[in-house]
């Protein structure tokens, strides 16, 4: 069996915030998914810890984009159903090299994902830990979020009304 060394650091995102999230994102990633399928492996943020001499297979990985977007409503029914349409960006640089420190591999990972989800509960998705995963949702027209609740208010008031007014007479 050999050992698999992973070494995550930055790439090109703008700010520290996003490179330190993108950084803890991809090596619990690595973790879990090197565990769950056995694989004898470390995790390093540079090479410089890294013998030249070992026998191990080197990973490379920069994190160069990783995104959530809602471009916008797929369904918008007036008072009804709203769905989203969500897109997921992910884009991640990778250098592979074998034990004799050869060059297997270079090359890009390239994620682009869409779907839909429910309007209601977006949020839901989102994880707190990472801010990535955040995206700005469309708004709800004025009319459906103001107007129309103020409207069905004002005429349960005046159905009310109206019924004790006529009971009484």
Avoid: C, Q, W
């Amino acid at each position: 069996m050999h050992l698999f060394i992973f070494i995550v650091n930055t790439g090109s995102l703008a700010d520290e915030k996003k490179n330190n999230e993108s950084i803890k994102f991809l090596v619990n990633l690595l973790k879990k998914t090197s565990s769950n399928n056995n694989l004898k492996f470390s995790i390093a943020y540079d090479s410089a810890g890294v013998k030249a001499d070992s026998g191990y297979y080197l990973f490379r990985l920069k994190p160069i984009k990783l995104e959530t977007a809602y471009p916008g409503f797929r369904k918008n029914n007036f008072l009804g159903e709203k769905t989203l349409n969500r897109s997921i960006t992910a884009r991640i640089d990778v250098t592979v090299k074998d034990p004799d420190n050869n060059l297997i591999l270079k090359g890009t990972i390239n994620v682009d994902h869409n779907d839909e989800i429910n309007y209601d509960n977006y949020e839901s998705l989102e994880s707190p830990t990472y801010d990535f995963t955040h995206g700005r949702a469309p708004h709800v027209s004025s009319i459906e979020s103001i107007f129309f609740p103020l409207l069905l208010i004002t005429a349960s008031a005046f159905a009310t009304i109206l019924f004790f007014t006529i009971r009484t007479r």
